[in-house]
């Protein structure tokens, strides 16, 4: 429950979006929730139904004779590190006169204390986040295709659930990776916590589980140039991490739900699959994105830290292309060379790949050497056709050293050409206008 009653006393002097910590009595003796106040002196008729959550329905119906009411909303429950440092101990030490009881107002010394261990909490690691998205809990944002996540607050049966609650601990800057039909298809960042909101329009499911929910807002979501696979992810990293509140069962399935906290090093696994995880500083030129340049990430599973930053995307793709080997064959001119100087192409251009063509990256992706096979073939002079040999378009001989080269590749068959391939080539061919032999 989001949102409970809180009895006010006599003439108190709390208002509408005041701040109020709700402290446990012993054996805990501590700060255990922070909520905002929504509503003062609420009618009786407009009060939450919470006597489930009272033992004694008689007292209830006292305190709803002798009293009016607040409506307060959740908005953080405090973890055991926080819980640790705003105890009743620590709160005298920081000035709070007495013990705690009944309402209080905060003086300035105790606030200021338990403020700063708000703060401190919040400039943790970034957290990573598994989501299971399918049609369930996705709503695509006003602003553009954003894959914002909404959850209802109680399910159909009227309970809640906590992989739906899980939106309510995400903080800014947090990753989320998103699981679809068996792949981690791309990833994002949570871009403001989560926050009242009816059931968008755009998100519809077969059993309508009520309007009222949440909703986590993202932002950079990419996808992956390959889908990471569930058997990419190592089965002892999905055991060790199996359990209630992870993405996966004891058995390293994925479990049934919405979002769950992903372990740093399950999420280092699914990142360095995905070529996006490196060591050391990245270029200066790199870090700040721009046309060409996509997601970075340096990752420390020792420590729980996580750096997000900007790096051309080819990690993924040569590694699945290369592996260790140190030289390569262009696809195209067939000659060898150190695979620092080969690219990873795309036979059919990237954002045009529907799910399951950016799955096959094995015919999708072909090589190509960066010393003229790539630019030629990325520029549109050269063409591929469906028997695999090389043509040559108008603008092949405007220098004399231009034409030697191009036309050293003229009427070759395509070293990396394969039945597998021919489609995104033949594809490729009708995006130019360029009419191949069948």
Same mark, same amino acid.
């Given at each position: 429950?989001?949102?409970?009653?809180?009895?006010?006393?006599?003439?108190?002097?709390?208002?509408?979006?005041?701040?109020?910590?709700?402290?446990?009595? =012993?054996?805990?003796?501590?700060?255990?929730?922070?909520?905002?106040?929504?509503?003062?002196?609420?009618?009786?008729?407009?009060?939450?139904?919470?006597?489930?959550?009272?033992?004694?329905?008689?007292?209830?119906?006292?305190?709803?004779?002798?009293?009016?009411? *607040?409506?307060?909303?959740?908005?953080?429950?405090?973890?055991?590190?926080?819980?640790?440092?705003?105890?009743?101990?620590?709160?005298?030490?920081?000035?709070?006169?007495?013990? *705690?009881?009944?309402?209080?107002?905060?003086?300035?010394?105790?606030?200021?204390?338990?403020?700063?261990?708000?703060?401190?909490? %919040?400039?943790?690691?970034?957290?990573?986040?598994?989501?299971?998205?399918?049609?369930?809990?996705?709503?695509?944002?006003?602003?553009?295709?954003?894959?914002?996540?909404?959850?209802?607050?109680?399910?159909? =049966?009227?309970?809640?659930?906590?992989? /739906?609650?899980?939106?309510?601990?995400?903080?800014?800057?947090?990753?989320?990776?998103?699981?679809?039909?068996?792949?981690?298809?791309?990833?994002?960042?949570?871009?403001?916590?989560?926050?009242?909101?009816?059931?968008?329009?755009?998100?519809?499911?077969?059993?309508?589980?009520?309007?009222?929910?949440?909703?986590?807002?993202?932002?950079?979501?990419?996808?992956?140039?390959?889908?990471?696979?569930?058997?990419?992810?190592?089965?002892?990293?999905?055991?060790?991490? %199996?359990?209630?509140?992870?993405?996966?069962?004891?058995?390293?399935?994925?479990?049934?739900?919405?979002?769950?906290?992903? %372990?740093?090093?399950?999420?280092?696994?699914?990142?360095?699959?995905?070529?996006?995880?490196?060591?050391?500083?990245?270029?200066?030129?790199?870090?700040? %994105?721009?046309?060409?340049?996509?997601?970075?990430?340096?990752?420390?599973?020792?420590?729980?830290?996580?750096?997000?930053?900007?790096?051309?995307? =080819?990690?993924?793709?040569?590694?699945?292309?290369?592996?260790? !080997?140190?030289?390569?064959?262009?696809?195209?001119?067939?000659?060898?060379?150190?695979?620092?100087?080969?690219?990873?192409?795309?036979?059919?251009?990237?954002?045009?790949?529907?799910?399951?063509?950016?799955? #096959? /990256?094995?015919?999708?992706?072909?090589?190509?050497?960066?010393?003229?096979?790539?630019?030629?073939?990325?520029?549109?002079?050269?063409?591929?056709?469906?028997?695999?040999?090389?043509?040559?378009?108008?603008?092949? #001989?405007?220098?004399?050293?231009?034409?030697?080269?191009?036309?050293?590749?003229?009427?070759?068959?395509?070293?990396?050409?394969?039945?597998?391939?021919? !489609?995104?080539?033949?594809?490729?061919?009708?995006?130019?206008?360029?009419?191949?032999?069948?």
């Amino acid at each position: 429950m989001r949102e409970i009653n809180w009895s006010e006393v006599g003439t108190s002097s709390i208002a509408v979006g005041d701040i109020v910590y709700l402290y446990s009595s =012993q054996p805990n003796s501590t700060i255990t929730h922070k909520c905002v106040v929504l509503a003062t002196r609420v009618p009786s008729d407009e009060r939450v139904d919470d006597a489930d959550y009272w033992r004694d329905p008689d007292a209830l119906a006292e305190r709803i004779a002798s009293r009016s009411w *607040m409506r307060l909303r959740l908005q953080k429950t405090f973890g055991p590190t926080v819980r640790s440092r705003v105890t009743l101990d620590a709160l005298q030490a920081h000035g709070l006169k007495g013990n *705690m009881a009944g309402r209080q107002r905060l003086q300035s010394e105790p606030l200021d204390y338990v403020m700063g261990v708000e703060e401190a909490a %919040g400039a943790r690691a970034a957290q990573f986040w598994w989501v299971n998205q399918g049609v369930t809990g996705v709503t695509t944002s006003s602003f553009g295709d954003v894959p914002n996540l909404w959850a209802a607050d109680i399910d159909a =049966q009227g309970n809640t659930q906590a992989s /739906w609650d899980a939106l309510d601990r995400a903080e800014r800057g947090d990753v989320v990776v998103h699981y679809v039909n068996g792949f981690v298809v791309g990833s994002s960042r949570v871009t403001r916590r989560s926050h009242p909101a009816i059931r968008p329009h755009a998100f519809e499911t077969a059993t309508r589980v009520g309007d009222e929910g949440r909703e986590l807002l993202l932002e950079d979501f990419a996808l992956f140039d390959i889908p990471v696979s569930l058997d990419d992810i190592p089965l002892e990293l999905r055991l060790s991490e %199996g359990g209630p509140g992870s993405p996966f069962t004891v058995e390293g399935k994925v479990r049934r739900g919405f979002l769950f906290a992903l %372990g740093i090093k399950i999420a280092a696994a699914v990142f360095d699959v995905a070529g996006l995880v490196e060591d050391g500083v990245v270029d200066t030129d790199l870090a700040s %994105g721009g046309e060409a340049s996509e997601r970075y990430l340096a990752i420390d599973a020792t420590d729980g830290t996580a750096t997000v930053k900007y790096r051309k995307e =080819q990690g993924a793709l040569r590694k699945r292309l290369f592996g260790t !080997a140190t030289h390569a064959r262009c696809g195209l001119c067939g000659r060898r060379y150190p695979v620092r100087y080969v690219h990873a192409a795309h036979i059919k251009s990237r954002s045009a790949c529907s799910e399951e063509e950016r799955k #096959d /990256w094995k015919n999708v992706v072909i090589a190509a050497c960066l010393f003229g096979c790539d630019a030629l073939f990325e520029d549109g002079m050269l063409f591929v056709d469906s028997t695999g040999t090389i043509h040559l378009n108008d603008g092949h #001989d405007e220098t004399a050293a231009f034409a030697a080269f191009t036309g050293s590749l003229a009427g070759k068959v395509a070293a990396g050409f394969t039945a597998e391939n021919r !489609a995104y080539f033949q594809w490729r061919n009708r995006q130019s206008g360029k009419l191949t032999p069948s």
